[in-house]
């Protein structure tokens, strides 16, 4: 009489389990839709000087936002648009765009994509770039938070007027929309 009364409390916890995780909502297949990063754009290298001879060292640092959106419909995984927000002559603004795919189990990767940060005063970087991502997720697999590091080259830039050559790296976190110094 106990194993039957203890063989159909399993039955039940068993049912209970199966059909919850029927209507347990599932993860989106693009898990940075609609997701902020603010990011550091560091460039370490050199440049020529006022001669236009002479070689010399510069470092250039600026806060670049970056947001992922759906390039293409749910069934093509780990496909985005990845938008370059950087702030210019007249503010903030969408001042790169391109697709970006995505590769790793958990969206980790970027690999060698060719980026373009647009600044002031007619300074560019046109850059290759490769990404690492961190994503953290919640019980039900949504993207709870993610952080950004990658390194690259430039592959053409003027800063200051000068053509630049160095090291690249785009570092930073996600950030929340109401955090943002402008309105998309």
């Known amino acids: 009489m106990n194993a039957v009364k203890s063989l159909s409390c399993r039955c039940v916890l068993a ?4 059909a919850a995780a029927c209507f347990t909502p599932t993860a989106s297949a693009d898990l940075l839709t609609n997701t902020w990063f603010k990011l550091t754009l560091t460039a370490k290298g050199h440049t020529l000087g006022p001669d236009g001879v002479t070689v010399k060292r510069h470092d250039f640092t600026r806060t670049v936002y970056a947001f992922f959106s759906s390039n293409t419909p749910p069934s093509s995984l780990q496909n985005y648009r990845l938008y370059l927000w950087t702030k210019g002559e007249t ?3 969408n001042s790169y765009n391109r697709a970006v795919f995505l590769v790793g189990s ?10 373009k940060y647009i600044g002031t005063n007619g300074n560019f970087i ?3 770039n490769t990404a690492f991502i961190n994503t953290k997720t919640n019980a039900s697999g949504r993207l709870r938070s993610a ?8 592959d053409f ?12 790296t785009l570092k930073g976190m996600t950030v929340s929309p109401s955090k943002l110094p402008f309105t998309p």
């Open 106 to 115: 958990n969206e980790n990767f970027i690999s060698d994509t060719s980026l």
């Open 126 to 128: 046109i850059f290759f």
């Open 91 to 93: 503010g903030w603004s």
């Open 157 to 168: 830039a003027s800063i200051g007027g000068k053509e630049y050559y160095g090291g690249i």
């Open 147 to 154: 952080t950004f590091n990658s390194f690259g080259v430039t």
């Open 15 to 18: 049912a209970l389990l199966m």
